[in-house]
């Protein structure tokens, strides 16, 4: 039986990065992967999507040029085996760099099959049998499919799926108007599809404030795509060669028949075939593993980073959490959980930027909470890019001067929101931001500007 310092199961954000950090300290890991290397980010999520919403944006333009005053002088056509190749050429980059830079380090075995634990030192792949005194959990998750009423008969895409993808579906029905379907439902648009959003809540992105989520409404409608509210009894079944989805939904037809179904209803942690019994650890009702502000599990010796621990959904934050315990590892350095800040982005276009707290959480707070807000309509760079949909906003504590939270929905949002996340990482009152002299034109330049014009938060 092998004898490993460390054993790394799931080459997801935060296995690779650790193993190769360790095995550079001097220890011999193994590294466990079932299936491709970089996981969900590299292969099915983050990377592909992006390049996905590039072409889509590419497209968009293309059809806008004649605003610009740019002739193209024909019909815009996307070729979709092309953009699925550009799509895995990035991605086939990402993988192979990554797999390159496992395979080739000293101390360092990769090895391909499916792991599962054994006991809490040991580990099975295929007929071998790994033991180290540190095994680090990295197994990421999957799409979920909840109990649908006709599920079972009708064929459907998960973001995995959607991957292989490289024809045009006439009509893509998308359960699920959260983040995942957003992305996919505006990019498909874009690329000549007609697409229909399903969602059981009143809203979509009902995470975020109700103005972001009917200035995102508003930008994928604008775009062409259908949006179908308050759709609680959603059932399925096969109608010709194509899909009806039964929506209950207060207004508009009750039907939509559709040629593609794609499920974007939320994700499960792939923690239901690791012989977590076997080792001992615990996991919660929905099968994320417990860990503490510094990723243990209840088990000395494992610990869990990346979706799996339900601490974060994001690359950032599984990379965080290798930060983590790395640092604490190897670096006698406390870092924990609880010090990060949340920060995500949506990527329709524009993309929508977010740091700390929404307007909600901030009112719910109890703190006097000031509000600085503006419409990408009076951002300069927006008014010359011809995008100004959207808005930004930033939340400060009216006594303790720091900044709470923001959101830019606008071109560059993603970008624009790191001066707010940083300074809230500074700890720094929200005058030093006011006070600093900003790029003329961005969409960052009016941060300070709506700082200067903070009003009380009704
Ligand atoms: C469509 C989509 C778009 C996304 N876009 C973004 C984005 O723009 N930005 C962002 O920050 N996040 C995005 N995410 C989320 C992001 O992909 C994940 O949060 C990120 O990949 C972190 O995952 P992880 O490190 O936990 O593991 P994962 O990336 O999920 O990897 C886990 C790995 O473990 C392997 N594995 C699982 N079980 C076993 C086992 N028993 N034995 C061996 N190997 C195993 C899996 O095969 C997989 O390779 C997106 C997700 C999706 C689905």
Not at 54 to 81: F, N, P, T, W
Not at 98 to 106: I, P, Q, W
Not at 269 to 292: E, F, K, M, Q, S
Not at 347 to 375: F, H, I, K, N
Request: proline share 4%.
């Amino acid at each position: 039986m092998p004898d490993y310092d460390a054993i790394v199961i799931g080459t997801g954000q935060a296995g690779p990065p650790l193993a190769l950090r360790l095995a550079g300290a001097g220890m011999k890991v193994a590294v466990v992967e079932r299936n491709l290397v970089g996981g969900t980010c590299v292969n099915t999520g983050c990377t592909p999507t992006k390049t996905l919403v590039a072409s889509a944006y590419a497209a968009h333009l293309a059809r806008r040029a004649d605003e610009y005053g740019v002739a193209i002088g024909g019909a815009i056509a996307v070729d979709m085996k092309r953009v699925k190749d550009r799509k895995d050429a990035v991605v086939e980059q990402f993988r192979n760099g990554l797999t390159g830079a496992l395979e080739g380090a000293a101390n360092c075995t990769l090895y391909r099959g499916h792991a599962r634990f054994l006991s809490a030192r040991e580990v099975a792949v295929g007929d071998e049998r790994l033991r180290a005194g540190r095994i680090f959990i990295n197994v990421g998750g999957r799409a979920s499919a909840p109990a649908m009423p006709g599920l079972d008969q009708v064929a459907y895409l998960t973001n995995t799926s959607m991957m292989d993808l490289d024809i045009l579906p006439r009509h893509l029905v998308i359960v699920g108007g959260s983040y995942i379907g957003l992305e996919f439902g505006q990019m498909y648009r874009r690329f000549g599809s007609e697409v229909t959003i399903v969602e059981m809540k009143p809203r979509l992105i009902s995470r975020e404030d109700e103005d972001v989520s009917a200035a995102v409404r508003e930008i994928v409608e604008r775009d062409g795509v259908a949006v179908r509210l308050n759709a609680e009894c959603i059932t399925l079944a096969k109608r010709g060669d194509g899909i009806a989805v039964t929506v209950d939904c207060t207004e508009g037809a009750p039907e939509i028949v559709g040629s593609h179904l794609l499920l974007a209803v939320g994700r499960r942690p792939n923690t239901d075939d690791l012989g977590l019994d076997r080792a001992g650890v615990a996991c919660d009702a929905r099968g994320y593993i417990t860990v503490d502000d510094q990723l243990c599990t209840n088990v000395p010796g494992i610990w869990a980073l990346g979706d799996c621990n339900g601490k974060g959904a994001f690359t950032h934050t599984s990379y965080n959490d290798y930060e983590i315990v790395a640092a604490n590892l190897l670096a006698n350095d406390p870092r924990r959980v609880s010090d990060r800040i949340t920060a995500y982005a949506l990527y329709v276009d524009p993309p929508l930027g977010r740091a700390g707290m929404t307007m909600a959480e901030a009112r719910s707070s109890g703190r006097r909470v000031l509000v600085g807000q503006r419409q990408m309509t009076r951002v300069a760079r927006a008014v010359e890019k011809g995008e100004t949909q959207g808005f930004m906003r930033i939340l400060v504590d009216a006594d303790t001067k720091e900044i709470l939270g923001a959101s830019i929905l606008g071109p560059g949002g993603d970008e624009a929101i790191h001066s707010v996340l940083d300074l809230m990482y500074a700890k720094a009152p929200y005058t030093v931001l006011q006070r600093a002299m900003h790029i003329h034109p961005t969409v960052s330049e009016l941060l300070p500007t709506i700082l200067g014009e903070l009003q009380p938060l009704a």
